[in-house]
């Protein structure tokens, strides 16, 4: 969807988000054997928490906790719904269908991450380092893959309606800038190790090419859009 929006033929998408499917699957497939394979941290994660710890301000830690907040439950699932109403344009038929599509992507990415949480079982750091709450297994993020896929969601739905450069670029930064903090905060709060984060990144890359296609094909069958009215001769 968006790769139209910047002069991509529907060729040319298509080979465009099967190639990123297949790489972040193969990196995501990567980082799973390579974490099961480890207890703990890793010596590099070790220092960039530590960094993150000497570095917390009273300020910052709040601004963190703040935009964390934005990554899961209710916030993340009602800019899903939005994300799904503005991709559907008009037409209130179309627009439910996306709606539910987007909540189906959210619910069926956290059934997976949860299953590859359950069978890397990675540790988090030491609770004692926490600056917010925190269940379950650590990879892969659990915050971190909701609010990428939200934030795909939204890019694909704003560059429906962008027209110059300027707003399609923005369509895209915007939301890729609050998903990047969303995922950051989750290491400078204490709660993850970096390659928790690059994990929902990669996982939410990959449902996104897969399911974001699917999802139009079937909305346009559901509900396809009304035809342009016939001009008088």
Known sequence: MGAAAFGM????????????????????????????????GFRWELAVHRWALRHRARGLTDAAIAVTTT?????????????????????????????????????AGQL???????????????????????TGAALPSGHTTTSALVAAGLAAALLRHAHRRGTRIAAV????????????SRIYLGMHWPLDVAAGWLLATVLVSVTFPL???????????????????
């Open 9 to 40: 033929g529907p060729g040319g998408r298509r080979r465009l988000v099967s190639g990123v499917a297949v790489v972040a699957a193969g990196a995501l497939v990567a980082l799973l054997v390579l974490a099961a394979g480890h207890d703990g």
């Open 71 to 107: 990554g899961s439950g209710v916030p993340a699932y009602a800019l899903a719904a939005l994300a799904g109403v503005l991709a559907a344009g008009r037409g209130s038929a179309r627009a439910r269908v996306a709606a539910v599509g987007a909540m189906f992507v959210l619910v």
């Open 112 to 134: 997976v991450r949860f299953g590859l949480s359950r069978l890397i079982d990675r540790a988090r750091p030491p609770a004692a380092d926490w600056a917010w709450q925190a």
């Open 173 to 184: 930064a915007l939301p890729l800038a609050w998903a990047c903090a969303v995922g950051l």
């Open 215 to 233: 999802l139009a094909r079937a909305g346009r069958r559901i509900a396809p859009p009304n035809p342009p009215p016939s001009t008088p001769r």
